[in-house]
């Protein structure tokens, strides 16, 4: 079987879960402190925080920022139905608009005709790792006086093209920027996420929200030669990710550059593989753009169904996934009111196929998925 991913460990991530196990200090400690510090230094933003996953890490986000009830967040309903549940937890209402089918992200056209008064953020994504429009989005959210948030769960490691210098996505853009350390991501720690910002504000309220609002960190409560009695301010959370995620999530770090260009070195090579094929569309990556490729994702010709080339491939051995859903065919959000058109967010969803990519991915395996689609198109079409 070719998985639809693969992560990349070894003996140096065993390593330090071992260390960090030994070590007696396996909740959130020392070592997500470091994760931390060194995720920052990476993208080039003044602080970083860790939590349990990126859906958390969204959630806190637009808490942080004082979002409501009666609140309005633009976002993609072409994404992870996380996108518009971490919404739906502040109480506020997720408002979807379309993608451009070039890019599977934010059309800013769309989100510029959906601001209205009750606006309070665009939640915008890197879809599949690749980088949307955030210098249009950005400008956009400043001219009415909104914040931007970047879900930039499948991101990390893609590159954006600013003025003249190219720039890590986390580097601080919008408000904050959410990441994922979910398996089907480029590096992994099984679950967790990251929360990258400029404003300290922000981050000193994350740092509190992630851990029930607790006012003394527990590195600071153990490491004390005096007794202290710690506060709770608020209402808080258990976001917290564990040191052993971060040890594993230290040694990914150091991973991420071969990573990322062994994967831009797949995707190349799938795109001269299947540039041939009549009718398909493969993706685009826009010249302000660097994709870390965590997706490789594929528009099948007009009339093939989805289904069927996909149910084909898996019997030849091959895994493949359909195009990123879509929320607001969801229950939870399938009777509300839609008030914006979302027909090629559904589109992406019905036509497309995302196919097999990892940075172990040999040439045989490509050429082998190359040649299977290339012979189900061709029969599909008998």
Known sequence: MIPIAKPFLDKAEADAAHETVLSGWLSQGPQVVAFEREFAALVGAPHACAVS??????????LTLGIGAGDEVITASHSFIASANSI????????????????????????????????????????????C?????????????????????????????????????????????????????VITTGEGGMLTTSDSDHNRKLRLWRQHAM????????????????????????YRMTDMQAAIGRKQLERLPNLIARRRT??????????????????????????????????LPDGIDQRTVMQNLLDKG???????????????YAGGEQRHDLHQSE????????LPIYAQMVEEEQVRVANALQSELERVRV
């Open 133 to 185: 429009e955030l210098v249009s989005l950005t400008a956009l959210a400043e001219r009415h006086g909104i914040a931007v948030i970047e879900d930039a769960a499948c991101a990390i490691g893609s590159q954006i093209k600013i003025g003249d210098k190219w720039d890590l996505i986390g580097k601080p853009h919008g408000t904050m920027a959410c990441f994922s350390f979910h398996p089907r991501k």
């Open 318 to 332: 091959i895994a493949t996934r359909r195009g990123i859903m879509c929320a607001h065919r969801e229950a939870p």
């Open 266 to 299: 797949v995707a190349a090579r799938y795109s001269e593989l299947l540039g041939s094929f009549d009718g398909l569309i493969l993706p685009h990556e826009p010249e302000w753009a660097r994709s870390n490729w965590q997706s490789y994702c594929v528009r």
């Open 53 to 62: 996953n990126c859906t958390t890490a969204l959630h806190l986000a637009l």
């Open 215 to 238: 006012d003394v960190p527990d590195t600071v409560r153990h490491g004390s030669p005096e007794v202290i009695f710690e506060k709770y301010l608020f209402v808080g959370f258990n």
């Open 347 to 354: 589109l992406a969803q019905d036509r497309s196929i995302l």
């Open 88 to 131: 739906r937890y502040c109480g506020a209402t997720p408002v979807f608009v379309d993608i451009d089918p070039a890019t599977y992200n934010l059309d800013p056209a769309c989100v510029a005709d959906a601001i209205t008064e009750r606006t309070r953020a665009i939640l915008v994504v890197h879809q599949m790792g690749m980088p």
